[in-house]
């Protein structure tokens, strides 16, 4: 045993067990038992809860495009059709006799189903519409039609009428297309590769649980800390679909933070109690040590986490707020489930944590023990001793890795988010590739206020006459409303398409007139995103700095901490755009690449990785902090610092990531791109950003990392918090690095941080 691992001397006593200590154990198996009974209230209250969930969310609620959709869908529900069943003749036309009778008699009977209105075909369409409702070849033709009703209802609906008109009509092969039937079976293979992702996950964390403790018991902590809290918040999810709209997608976040963080948080704590019981504590007092460091740590933790997450509040996408619903709810039960069940199940089951260790089977008694992280030690050694070499190399790397997301275009999910079988795919597949114009791919014009046959003709004359119009139909007017269908030359939401809505919005007209479409609300997407992205990087960055700096103590580390994470995340934004907008690698990994990504995904996983790059962060930062207020030895802290937690944060990315890889299994692109982006981004943190980057860059600032001004230090004093014990009167420094009385530094006369 090394000097810095020393027991605690005998003389300093046993260190105070607080408050929260006291209440978290008192009595800890009744804590185990009000768990379990909420566990069982929370399965019951979260079941069903997938059902509940949209799988829109993507469009500004505010936005002009959502407004003219809505008035769109009251006053001519035809105009916005979002059932399309593509008729197929086989070897025959769709003119013919039998076809045409057959094709009528399924749009008659759609038009009289409960919840369908606005039925329209080819067979039935006025001349000039029905040439877009007709494949190139003759051999295909549209029956289209409006489900009502909000997401949910719209799903009950198909579900009860797609089983009647799918499949072979006398001469006609029917399959089902249009939104609704893109967002149900995106909503179904969402839920069915969530629970493969769970299969797939949680054995495999199991096993490097087992590696990572040698004990089974330990082992089993942490994963039934996760498995309480994804429960919990599946039940906080099914709670806010009664006042709001909740994404199907934030599913996939809260197994995947759920089993993460609360990995993370016990894998911290049940590795600071087997350290304090290898020193010689007993059970009650190395609980009570554990909680008032690594617990304030866990806590600091969870609060940088569901800060980043909190910013997806300031976008009015139901999309992003849905994760950010899901991510508060898991990171915060995730925290309370490490701090107030492990605990007691720690007292409870006190030595035996280490019990069935299996890793004795596989080692042999002759093999002499090494001293714990002594390669994380050389390797902090090496990169200090070549910290500018590392510090550009490093960043160099990190850089050159970000450099194709200079190249992101922004786009809409559509149906090629889902594989390439799935049915609407392949309706949709069709339409994009045998119809002429695109089919429900063009822009819609709302005008509003009374105007003559006269004013229509020449409003429409003039957007015509617009360079990317390929024609203009219409109008159709009801009362004092009409709507004019604007048809792109070019694909329904490429740059051309995109400049086409603010060309259409310029247009003087004597009326109101507002434009929809899936260029419109693109982009309008993408105003309301860059509206708000510089307020949500402001909060996450001025919330980030209070609470590292309340964590340390320094204002140098913060600025840091949040250009450090920033870096970090180069690599995933970088092969998201190589990967799924370029489509390289999209035979393996078995997606469609549509040539752009969804507005709201870089958003999404800027936030999620972020505070999953602070996690890991707080870390390593609250381990030196702790050295460095015992020793007062810079180097010697960063030093002892990652060879303490520079495994278990290895180890923590790694089953992370493993939960994200699992994720990203899934047949849905933007869940693909989700899980594999963020899987990325946390490797690259922990083991590039945190075992190379960070250790050079605080050996090339030296002791004045830990400056502050002399306002700031008494700050710091009086509200921050560090993973040492304050220093009690009349005793000295600790002794050892697992000391139970840590003391932190005192500030000099005059408030400045001593150094």
Request: proline residues 5%; neutral net charge.
């Amino acid at each position: 045993m090394t000097e810095v691992d020393k027991a605690p001397r005998p003389e300093d006593g046993p260190p105070r067990i607080g408050g929260w200590t006291r209440f978290v154990t008192a009595r800890p198996r009744l804590s185990l038992l009000v768990a379990l009974v909420l566990t069982a209230l929370a399965v019951l209250a979260g079941s069903g809860v997938a059902d509940r969930l949209g799988s829109g969310g993507w469009e500004d609620p505010a936005a002009e495009s959502t407004y003219a959709t809505k008035a769109l869908e009251r006053e001519f529900p035809a105009s916005q059709p979002n059932l399309l069943l593509l008729v197929d003749a086989g070897r025959a036309s769709v003119d013919d006799p039998a076809v045409a009778a057959q094709a009528r008699a399924l749009a008659r009977r759609l038009a009289a189903e409960p919840g369908v209105t606005g039925v329209g075909s080819y067979w039935q369409a006025a001349p000039a519409q029905a040439p877009a409702l007709r494949a190139e070849d003759g051999h295909e033709a549209l029956i289209a039609a409006r489900i009502t009703g909000d997401e949910g209802a719209a799903g009950r609906t198909l579900d009860r009428i797609a089983p009647h008109y799918r499949g072979t009509h006398g001469p006609v092969e029917v399959k089902l297309g249009g939104i609704v039937a893109v967002r149900h079976e995106m909503q179904t293979i969402i839920q069915e590769d969530l629970t493969r992702a769970e299969l797939i996950a949680l054995p495999i964390t199991l096993v490097l649980l087992v590696m990572v403790f040698g004990s089974a018991v330990a082992a089993l902590l942490p994963l039934g800390i996760g498995i309480v809290a994804i429960l919990g918040t599946n039940a906080v999810l099914r709670g806010l679909t009664a006042f709001t709209d909740v994404s199907v997608f934030a599913l996939n976040l809260t197994t995947a933070l759920g089993l993460g963080l609360a990995i993370d948080y016990a894998l911290f704590i049940v590795r600071r109690y087997r350290e304090e019981l290898s020193a010689g504590a007993d059970p009650s007092t190395a609980v009570g040590t554990t909680l008032r460091t690594a617990g304030r740590t866990v806590l600091f933790s969870a609060l940088t986490v569901a800060v980043s997450l909190a910013a997806m509040m300031l976008f009015p996408q139901y999309f992003l707020r849905s994760f950010a619903y899901a991510g508060i709810a898991v990171v915060l039960l995730a925290a309370a489930a490490a701090l107030i069940l492990l605990p007691a199940a720690l007292i409870l089951l006190g030595h035996r944590v280490n019990a069935l260790d299996l890793r004795r089977l596989f080692r042999r008694d002759r093999e002499p023990k090494r001293a714990e992280g002594t390669a994380w030690a050389r390797t902090a050694g090496l990169v200090m001793r070549r910290a500018p070499l590392f510090a550009l190399g490093t960043t160099a790397l990190l850089v050159l890795l970000g450099l194709p997301f200079l190249g992101v275009k922004f786009g809409t999910a559509d149906d090629r988010q889902l594989p390439s079988t799935a049915e609407s795919h392949v309706v949709q597949q069709h339409i994009r590739e045998g119809f002429p114009g695109s089919p429900g791919g063009g822009l819609e014009v709302l005008a509003e206020g009374r105007a003559t046959a006269a004013q229509y003709a020449a409003y429409k004359q003039r957007m015509a006459a617009l360079p990317e119009v390929l024609r203009v139909d219409g109008p159709l007017v009801e009362g004092d409303t009409a709507y004019f269908t604007v048809q792109p030359r070019g694909e329904a939401v490429d740059d051309p398409a995109q400049r086409l809505v603010g060309d259409l919005r310029s247009v003087p007209a004597p009326f109101d007139t507002k434009v929809t479409g899936a260029a419109a609300v693109l982009v309008d997407s993408k105003d309301a995103i860059g509206e708000r992205l510089p307020w949500a990087a402001v909060f996450i960055a001025a919330v980030t700095l209070l609470l590292v700096f309340l964590l340390t103590g320094s204002v140098l580390i913060p600025l840091q901490a949040v250009v450090l994470n920033a870096l970090s995340l180069t690599a995933m934004f970088g092969a998201v755009v190589w990967v799924f907008q370029d489509g390289h690698l999209s035979g393996p990994l078995g997606f469609t690449s549509t040539g752009s990504i969804e507005t709201t995904l870089p958003v999404l996983m800027f936030c999620a990785a972020f505070g999953l790059s602070m996690d890991y962060g707080v870390f390593l930062l609250s381990r030196i902090k702790e050295e460095y207020d015992r020793t007062g030895d810079h180097e010697r802290a960063v030093r002892l610092g990652l060879q303490r937690t520079g495994g278990l944060i290895t180890a923590a990315a790694v089953i992370l990531a493993v939960v994200m890889v699992a994720i990203g299994t899934s047949r849905v692109t933007n869940t693909k791109m989700l899980g594999l982006g963020i899987a990325l981004a946390v490797l690259m943190d922990a083991m590039v950003v945190r075992s190379l980057l960070v250790p050079a860059i605080m050996r090339l600032t030296g002791r004045a990392t830990w400056w502050a001004p002399g306002w700031l230090g008494r700050i710091h004093e009086r509200f921050g918090l560090s993973e040492g014990e304050q220093d009690t009167p009349g005793k000295g420094a600790g002794s050892g690095a697992d000391s139970h009385d840590e003391p932190v530094l005192a500030a000099r006369p005059g408030g400045s941080r001593s150094v």
